[in-house]
């Protein structure tokens, strides 16, 4: 069994980018610049933005945080995606999510420049993923599909079985792995909530992807020999230290890992691809690579 | 076994918008009017504008065709479709595929403004489908949705496999019919060339969606006992009768039918809906029911 270690890869893609971030700068280029919206007062928005911002700094790139109060109008905030979309300084926006309730989700995330939507979330930016044009893949997805290039798992011909069928994971992931392309090429089988009988799935898949959100969920029982596994989960849970509490991801890791041929771990998996990809699509829009 | 006929089933859905366009006749509103881009001399291309345009007309619309000359470049044709975008009579605006090769197909389509785009082809629309915001689905995927309406096919916790991954048809049936709604919440599997064992798959499931264009692909021994199969190929193979061929489907329908509770016939199945769902978009365009 071969962990897929995200730290170390996205340790190593990272310095890639540092790298890169250098050469601009040393041309005498722009350096890539990613601005970022938090409305409201929210802890864990607080902490994904500051780690965003300081992943911007450890690879070279400017970041801008414009914080909000939680009393901005729907209106005020459309105007400062706006503004920011006609900033020509700034590469690449990102709204934290959630929004307070008065605000419409969607209406923000159509409103941002699709160039500039480095989170992929933007409806077009998903539709030229799902047709296989030049686009900026969701950070998880993203991530996944980035791990298993930098261990050259072979994918092709293989069934890939994905459990959650969110618009974040299960469902880019089914429409990247389905693609003609490397990695792809699989046979993908998308299960969820109203799936009969889950592991019958489970037990044919080559590759597994867990993406439902619920702790523990991929026991030993529905995964066969050699499979390869990537757990997308990750859900604090009750526990006996310190703290009181462990991160647990979607797959009970001490069962599966035996019998698996890789298998990613949490935390240490996923996770810590998922940031480097935020700052991949910053460099891409940068350099102009999906609108050309 | 039940023949679902698409025949019969696209006669009584144009009867129904043919009675929405007498309504917003009568209610002094602007009938919708479809505007159609013909380039050269296909004959193939030639029948299919031809038809649609007779299809409009039947059911009481405008219907605007734009020849052009196989010579005209590149920059003109997105002259026109920036002209038609801009002329508030016309609704809704296809480009007839194919181009002559020295147009880039997906400039055109991602020229078309995503308010007219009836035949859902832009990015924009594909990706709104895809995350289950109201958009153009296109023609096949859209008529095969319907058939399964309205002959209330139950789908959810079904097992669909999908023959095919095309974006016109394979694909975006994945994502519809994986989503949660009706029909839909199916668990999907999408198999391709790169598929091994393809019959496993099939005789897994309740239902299937041939689309790969290799007919008589789908044989009695690759299909289970009451499942319900869906034809969307339609091929010219050579036969012993007077025009000398037949259209066959990627089924091989002798075979499996007996063995369905529910298919599709070709001609006659997925081919008429696949009609009625351009009056269907133009119908929802002229009402601004997707971008409102």
Do not use: W
Not at 136 to 141: L, R
């Amino acid at each position: 069994m071969q962990l897929l270690d995200g730290k170390t890869t996205a340790a190593a893609l990272k310095q890639e980018i540092a790298q890169e971030v250098q050469q601009m700068k040393e041309a005498g280029m722009k350096i890539p610049h990613l601005a970022a919206i938090l409305v409201g007062n929210d802890g864990a928005s607080e902490t994904y933005v500051n780690s965003k911002e300081r992943d911007c700094h450890e690879v070279g790139m400017q970041s801008t945080v414009l914080r909000f109060p939680d009393s901005i109008t729907e209106a005020e905030l459309l105007q400062k995606v706006t503004e920011i979309n006609q900033n020509k300084d700034i590469d690449g926006l990102i709204v934290q999510m959630p929004l307070p309730k008065h605000i419409n989700e969607q209406r923000i995330i159509e409103a941002i420049d699709p160039r500039k939507d480095v989170d992929g979330f933007h409806p077009l930016n998903v539709g030229r993923m799902v047709t296989g044009l030049p686009t900026y893949v969701s950070a998880t997805p993203d991530g996944i599909m980035e791990i298993l290039s930098r261990y050259n798992i072979e994918t092709a011909g293989k069934h890939c079985v994905i459990i959650g069928r969110s618009n974040i994971v299960g469902r880019p992931m089914a429409n990247l792995l389905s693609q003609k392309s490397t990695p792809g090429d699989c046979t993908v089988t998308i299960c969820h909530s109203r799936t009969k009988d889950i592991k019958s799935y489970c037990l044919q898949a080559d590759i597994i992807i867990a993406a439902l959100g619920k702790p523990e969920f991929l026991t030993g029982d529905m995964v066969r020999e050699g499979a390869i596994v990537i757990d997308v989960g990750i859900t604090r849970i009750p526990a006996n230290n310190k703290s009181g509490f462990k991160l647990a991801g979607d797959v009970k890791f001490d069962e599966v890992a035996p019998k698996c041929s890789h298998i990613t771990p949490v935390p240490g998996g996923v996770g810590p691809m998922t940031r480097v990809s935020l700052l991949k699509n910053t460099l891409k829009a940068a350099k102009n690579l999906v609108y050309s």
